[in-house]
């Protein structure tokens, strides 16, 4: 029988070695330049990485200096190593106009930070070196002040943690830095209000007392000045809140007289004006019916003169004002009137709570005055009895004495 080579595998033998038919060509000569393909792979897989990585590197940046916070990188030495947008104009770095020598200056700040008082920190207080032990600062943080390259002092809270390598040893810290000057003038002028309401309700139940010559026979009431608590209230209200001016006047329940208490803020000419405004004036001559509902039922208004009063009197200068009620025992008896110099103020409902309670403490002042007033009256009324009893008495010891002695 005839055999087919080109069947047989046998027949692709030379000396017993497979040869190379036309069907194996191709994957040698692709085996051949397999090492320049392997090469070209590698080089697309390295390139594409890169971008990649090029690519997660300019997000991050991105982020980073997209953040609202102050953001800034130290090494293990406690150097700035990056910082952020955010931080930069929190401490003034103007990288556009400023030299490297100012930059540095500016973060200088934060190498050296005191504490609320601004007394120096110690080195191992400093929130980097603690971070670079290993200590979290987390949620509320620890604030700490700096003195900034153009004289100002302000307090920032500082969060953080430190950095770590692949085997978990520290390499670095990261924090994260929050202006809260504001925050902590406010609170500071809060328990400096909380003192001085304290110290005026002290001073609330301390009637004045009465002093009696009896050599001349007469007696002084000790009257109420400019400088008593009326005065210290709206001069309290108005550094507590920044506010342009303040002012009190009572409210006669029947039939809603305004009075005049006490007002601070105002120049000489527009306090006399105000003064003289509500002489023998009443509510309705200003506000409109709607706005006195709401203050009878306790409700503060913020009233814009221009639109809102019935009756444009207002010539003293404030031209929008928050009207807070002042209610005690459940009357209406009196308002306590808040001008900001910004007209547009938003008032937040820690300013509103606290004007609040400055209006129940206005409360007890009117309540106050109307006491004194009535006790002077009443004072009056027995001083002139006992005059009365006394020549009466004189008149009869006289006539008893012509009696037994005719």
Same mark, same amino acid.
């Given at each position: 029988?005839? *055999? ?12 017993? #070695? ?31 990485? $890169? ?19 102050? @953001? ?31 930059? #540095? ?10 504490? &609320? ?40 809270? @500082?969060?953080? =943690? ?22 902590? $003038? ?32 007469? #007696? ?7 400088? %008593?608590?009326? $005065? ?17 006047? %009572? ?5 809603? *007289?305004? !009075? ?12 006399? $004006? ?34 809102? =009063?019935? @009756? ?28 900001? =110099?910004?007209?547009? !103020?938003?008032?937040? +409902?820690? +300013? ?21 007033? &009535?006790?002077? #009256? ?8 006992? &005059? ?5 008495? &004189? ?5 008893? !004495? +012509?009696?037994?002695?005719?």
């Amino acid at each position: 029988m005839q *055999i087919n080579r080109q069947d047989d595998p046998a027949a692709n033998t030379i000396n017993g #070695q497979v040869g190379t038919t036309d069907a194996i060509k191709p994957r040698i000569e692709a085996g051949s330049n397999a090492p320049a393909i392997d090469r070209a792979r590698m080089y697309e897989v390295e390139r594409s990485t $890169q971008t990649e990585i090029t690519m997660r590197a300019n997000e991050l940046e991105g982020m980073f200096e997209a953040m609202a916070d102050g @953001v800034c990188i130290y090494d293990t030495e406690g150097n700035i190593v990056h910082a952020n947008n955010a931080l930069r104009e929190l401490l003034g770095v103007d990288t556009a106009a400023s030299s490297t020598a100012d930059a #540095q200056l500016a973060y200088d700040a934060l190498m050296f930070p005191g504490n &609320e008082q601004g007394q120096l920190l110690p080195r191992e207080k400093w929130p980097v070196s603690r971070i670079l032990t290993g200590e979290v600062l987390k949620e509320i943080g620890t604030d700490i002040m700096i003195c900034l390259v153009d004289g100002r002092e302000v307090i920032l809270n @500082v969060t953080g =943690s430190p950095l770590r390598d692949a085997q978990g040893r520290i390499n670095g810290a990261i924090t994260m830095l929050r202006d809260v000057t504001e925050r902590h $003038q406010l609170e500071m002028r809060t328990r400096e209000a909380l003192s001085s309401l304290l110290a005026m309700a002290e001073a609330l139940v301390q009637f004045p007392n009465t002093v009696e010559d009896t050599a001349a026979g007469t #007696q002084e009431q000790a009257l109420i000045t400019p400088d %008593s608590v009326e $005065q210290q209230l709206v001069e309290l209200t108005r550094s507590i809140l920044g506010c342009l001016s303040t002012g009190i006047a %009572s409210v006669e329940p029947e039939t809603g *007289i305004i !009075h005049s208490v006490v007002v601070a803020g105002l120049s000489p000419e527009h306090e006399r $004006q105000w003064w003289l405004d509500l002489q023998n004036s009443t509510l309705a001559d200003y506000l409109t019916p709607q706005v006195l509902a709401r203050l009878y039922a306790n409700e503060e208004v913020l009233l814009d003169f221009a639109k809102d =009063s019935l @009756v444009n009197r207002s010539n003293y200068g404030p031209r929008a004002l928050l009207i807070v009620p002042i209610h005690l025992w459940n009357r209406f008896i009196g308002i306590l009137g808040i001008e900001q =110099s910004n007209k547009k !103020h938003r008032y937040t +409902e820690e +300013e509103l709570a606290l004007i609040r309670g400055i209006a129940r403490m206005a409360a007890l002042v009117i309540e106050r005055q109307r006491l004194l007033q &009535e006790q002077a #009256q009443a004072r009056a009324g027995e001083l002139a009895l006992r &005059e009365i009893n006394q020549r009466m008495n &004189e008149f009869l010891s006289i006539a008893s !004495h +012509e009696l037994r002695t005719p």
